[in-house]
C-alpha cells in the first residue's frame, strides 16, 4: 500500500517509466525448499523438529541470495546491465516481483566531493576511477531498454527450472545426487551475487571490486567446467582470451532482443580492445612485441613470444592469486621444477588491474547468461 501510494510521484519523476509484475511459479518455491531440506537431512541425518529449539534456520538459506523465496535480487543484473547505470530498481513482493523501470539511465557514481572515508581507500593493483557509459546508447529508445526485462526473464526462466529440477543431477540409475544440485544452484546464485556487486557499487574501493570480478570468473570457471572434474582456472583463463571470448560472446547476444544485439556485441569487441591496450601500456616496453610480449619461462635470461591472448589471461590469474599473498609466488622454483616460474611473468608488468577489466567481466557474465540452456549442460564453448 506504501508503495502504491508513491506511484505517481515516481511517475511524476521519470514520465518514461513503466511498472511490470513478475509472477514466481509457487512450484518452483517447493523445489527450490525440498532440495534444501533434502540436502539437510542427507548431511545431518539428525537435525530436530522441535517447536522448543528447531534446526530449520540451518537449512542453507543464507548461501543463496534468495533464500529460495526473494526473487527481487534475480532482477537487479538487468536493472543494472549498462554500466555504471541504472535502468530501474525492483521490490519483492514474497515470492514475485514488482520492477520499476525509469526509462532512462541513473548513474550510480558519486558526484560532488570526495568522502574521508575515500582517503583510506589503498591502490593496489589498480587505480581509482570509473568511467561513464562505454555501451553504444545514441538513439537507444526507452521501448529497446524495456525488452531488457523480458529478455532477462526468459533466461531467469532457463537457470531456476535447470537448478529446481532433481532430474538434472541423477546418475544414469536414476540415483538422485542432492548435493550435487545444491552446488550448482548455490554456485549460480554466488556467481549473480558477485556479479550485482560488481555491477552496483562502481564507487567501491577498487581492490574490493577487483575481489568481486575474481570470484565471478572463478565460479563461472566451476560452472562450465565438466560435471564430476575440479574447475582447474582454464576456463577463468579462456574467458579472458580476446580472439576467442569475442566470437563466443557474439554468438550468445544473438539471444538478445532483435535491436539490441548490434550494441551489445560492439560493446563487447570494443570492451575487450580497451581491456588489452590498457594491459599494453602497464607491460615493459621492450619486452613487447605486434604479436605478444616476451616472458622467460625458467630461465630470466631467455624470454620467449607469448601471445597477447595467453599474456593477459595469465596475467589476470596470477593477479587473482596474489589475492592470498606473494609469498609462494615470488618464492624460487625447485631445481627440477617443470611448470613456468610465475615471477617471471609477474615482473614483465606493474600489476595494475584497469578499470577497463570489470566491465569485460560484466560483459562475461551477461553473455554466459545469455546462452544459459548451454550454461546448465556445461557445453557454453561448444558452439
Not at 582517503?119 to 524495456?146: D, M, W
Not at 532457463?158 to 540415483?175: C, E, I, K, L, R
Not at 582454464?234 to 550468445?252: G, N, P, S, T, W
Not at 550494441?263 to 580497451?274: G, N, P, V
Request: proline share 6%; net charge negative.
Amino acid at each position: 500500500v506504501t508503495a502504491c501510494s508513491g506511484l505517481p510521484r515516481l511517475f511524476e519523476l521519470y514520465p518514461q517509466g513503466s511498472l511490470w509484475y513478475v509472477a514466481v511459479d509457487r512450484r518452483l518455491v517447493m523445489r527450490l525448499s525440498a532440495m534444501r531440506i533434502r540436502l539437510q537431512l542427507t548431511l545431518t541425518p539428525d537435525v530436530e523438529y522441535s517447536d522448543d529449539d528447531p534446526d530449520w534456520v540451518q537449512y542453507f538459506g543464507m548461501h543463496t541470495t534468495t533464500s529460495g523465496v526473494d526473487f527481487s535480487n534475480s532482477f537487479d543484473h538487468v536493472m543494472l546491465a549498462i554500466p555504471p547505470a541504472a535502468l530501474g530498481f525492483d521490490i519483492g513482493v514474497f515470492p514475485h516481483v514488482f520492477v520499476f523501470l525509469f526509462g532512462k539511465f541513473e548513474d550510480l557514481r558519486l558526484h560532488g566531493p570526495v568522502g574521508l572515508r575515500a582517503r583510506f581507500f589503498p591502490h593496489i593493483s589498480t587505480s581509482y576511477g570509473v568511467p561513464g557509459i562505454k555501451f553504444p546508447v545514441q538513439n537507444l529508445a526507452t521501448a529497446h531498454l524495456e525488452s531488457l526485462l523480458g529478455w532477462w526473464t526468459t533466461r531467469l526462466n532457463v537457470v531456476y527450472s535447470h537448478a529446481a529440477d532433481p532430474t538434472n543431477f541423477a546418475d544414469d540409475d536414476g540415483v538422485h545426487d542432492v548435493a550435487a544440485q545444491a552446488a550448482w544452484f548455490f554456485t549460480l546464485e554466488r556467481m549473480m551475487a558477485d556479479a550485482a556487486v560488481l555491477l552496483a557499487d562502481v564507487d567501491a574501493p577498487p581492490i574490493l571490486r577487483m575481489q568481486a570480478a575474481f570470484d565471478l570468473l572463478d565460479k563461472a570457471d566451476s560452472l562450465l567446467t565438466w560435471r564430476g572434474r575440479s574447475a582447474d582456472t582454464a576456463y577463468f583463463r579462456r574467458l579472458l582470451h580476446r580472439d576467442e571470448a569475442v566470437i563466443r560472446l557474439d554468438r550468445a547476444f544473438d539471444h538478445l532482443p532483435v535491436q539490441l544485439r548490434p550494441r551489445f556485441k560492439r560493446w563487447a569487441r570494443e570492451s575487450y580492445d580497451r581491456f588489452y591496450k590498457d594491459i599494453k601500456t602497464t607491460t615493459m616496453a621492450s619486452r613487447r612485441r605486434e604479436g605478444g610480449v616476451l616472458v622467460a619461462q625458467n630461465d630470466p635470461g631467455r624470454p620467449v613470444l607469448m601471445s597477447w591472448d595467453e599474456y593477459v589471461s595469465r596475467l589476470m590469474r596470477a593477479a587473482r592469486n596474489s589475492s592470498h599473498g606473494l609469498q609462494d609466488m615470488l618464492r624460487a622454483p625447485t631445481a627440477n621444477a617443470t611448470k613456468p616460474d610465475p615471477r617471471l611473468l609477474l615482473a614483465t608488468n606493474s600489476g595494475e588491474v584497469p578499470d577497463s577489466f570489470y566491465e569485460v567481466v560484466a560483459i562475461v557474465f551477461l553473455g554466459l547468461m545469455a546462452d544459459p540452456e548451454r550454461l546448465c549442460d556445461r557445453t557454453w564453448w561448444q558452439i
